[in-house]
């Protein structure tokens, strides 16, 4: 008897310790759970690191890591220009310590910053704050109209101080929440945090939404000419050139509506196949989109309403780089989940024009509608001295 | 678990600290004359740094900065003292005292060895500042100056931070095994 036990509470561990190295590891915690204990054991979470400093904030371009956590802090009336300066300072440190796999300064618990797992901390500051400080906005920047479809709630809806936490390891990501609450509370309150997933398929490309979609083909990619423009403050924004603007729209979606569409109505919603991604007029997901394609019956094979077709007659482009969040399943089995929606761009315009068409007409917004809303301002990154947001205030 | 550096006992500190540099200096042949005074030029508050300083907040009238003194050189330095426009400096130890840990100025400073280091942290030595005339919040820059035996002074820049760990409040037998 006493054999056996003993192996079978090793055997446990060993599966349990797996478990909890699978969760560090890219998306791969929900596959070996399904494994259980007998499954192959997983690779240890990456030890790898995204550099903090830089021309540009980390966490906006790259490949989007597994777990994201957006927390949106509201600053104290007292808190003025030289506070807020000295807080960025301090934040700053925090973030270009652990995101490099450091302790912060005073870590009650600086063994959790050991393998920080690809995290990255991004700060942004909403326009609201921006004003009052008499900190000045970039032209880029501004606020979102209220547009027809939205449903925002409060809750999750502004703020002054944003941080975006990524990252692929759970606990790094959760130390760098814990780390930098910590030493925000004593000037700022906690307006939303928002938590958020994705998985990008084994074999690399573009991931799905909870939707089953394949969600984020044909972004810009930042680091070309064209790209750049359409992400990046350019030199009009002064001291902010180099940075970003930032929206963040919590889409809750409809499952329980969405689950009623067959397979070529969902395909008809998005205007491409949920199975490949590929537009309905063409074979591979980076196929062209061709609106013009007509049925033989004349009709558009990319329907009038399609999502796909309604945010490209805006004409202008943004980089997405959403999550998804599952906070169900209620008491009565119903879904709870959605899309954090995240997306950058030079000009809160470039949004709106997409928004504005998406609002007016597309299939989609029967089953996937807007509950909250923020915009930031995202400076640029820093080098070793300095902190992100100093340009502003010399 | 917290690196802790235990402080030296007495009698080490006392022996270190008479272990003078000038004393070997004007013993010294030739060569070793001329190596003497060469790092004799260097001043402890030119070989030594302080890395990751930071004082903890307080909305009380005192508080501790702690960081790492690093010390560059051959030569052991000898941190007797400090000071700050904010108040009070004196330089702390923890130590047992009826089965509980308490905190008292330290008889004869810190030493930082000759290309070593000396940690303060808390639960351990620390510089403590008392009588602060206003609360020290999170983010504020203070300013120290710590002075060294040879009368050489380093001006360090501690960063406040929140902090509810550590220092005063000690387990008994908190550090054996955790």
Known sequence: ?394 | MRKTRHTPTLPARTAAALLGLGLLAACGTEPDADEAAETAEATAAESVVITDAWVKTTEEDMTALFGVLENASGTEAHLVSAESDLGTVELHEVVEAGGAMVMQEVPDGFLVPAEGEHELTPGGDHIMLMGLAAPVVAGDEVAVTLRFEDGSELAVTAVAKDFEGGDEEYRPGGTDGM
């Open chain 1, 1 to 394: 008897m006493e054999p056996q036990r003993k192996r079978l509470n090793r055997r446990g561990l060993l599966g349990a310790a797996g478990g909890v190295a699978a969760l560090g590891a890219a998306g791969a915690g929900a596959a070996a759970l399904a494994g259980g204990p007998d499954g192959p054991a997983p690779e240890a979470a990456p030890a790898t690191t995204v550099p903090f400093h830089g021309a540009h904030q980390a966490g906006i371009t790259g490949d989007a890591p597994s777990r994201t956590v957006l927390l949106s802090l509201d600053l104290g009336e007292e808190v003025d220009a030289d506070r807020f300066a000295a807080v960025m300072r301090l934040l700053t440190d925090d973030a270009a310590r652990l995101t490099q796999g450091e302790a912060a300064l005073a870590d009650a618990d600086p063994e959790l910053a050991a393998e920080p797992a690809l995290l990255t901390v991004t700060f942004g500051f909403g326009l609201g704050l921006l004003e009052r400080l008499g900190l000045p906005a970039p032209p880029g920047a501004g606020p979102l109209p209220a547009f027809s479809v939205d449903r925002l709630e409060e809750a999750w809806s502004g703020g002054d101080l944003l941080v975006q936490v990524c990252g692929e390891g759970d606990l790094a990501v959760s130390h760098a929440i814990r780390m930098l609450v910590k030493d925000s509370r004593s000037f700022a309150t906690v307006r939303w945090a928002q938590r958020g997933f994705r998985q990008r398929p084994a074999g690399g490309g573009t991931p799905r939404n909870v939707l089953g979609q394949v969600d984020g083909t044909s972004n810009p990619d930042p680091s070309t000419g064209d790209g750049g423009e359409a992400v990046w403050l350019g030199e009009d924004a002064g001291p902010l050139a180099g940075g970003t603007v930032m929206v963040v729209r919590r889409m809750r979606t409809d499952l329980d509506e969405w689950d009623k569409l067959d397979a070529v109505g969902k395909d008809r919603v998005i205007g491409r196949r949920v199975s490949d991604g590929a537009p309905l007029t063409g074979e591979r997901e980076d196929d062209p989109v061709d609106l013009e394609a007509r049925e033989d019956s004349g009709l558009p094979v990319i329907p009038a309403g399609a999502h796909v077709r309604r945010a490209i007659d805006a004409g202008t482009t943004i980089l997405r780089r959403s999550y998804n969040y599952d906070d169900g399943p209620g008491p009565a089995g119903e879904s709870d989940t959605g899309l954090v929606f995240v997306s950058y761009q030079a000009d809160i315009g470039q949004f709106i024009a997409i928004q504005e068409r998406l609002a007016e007409s597309d299939l989609l917004n029967d089953y996937a509608v807007p509950i909250g809303s923020a915009v930031f301002v995202l400076p640029p990154g820093c080098d070793e001295d300095g902190w992100i947001g100093q340009g502003l205030f010399d």
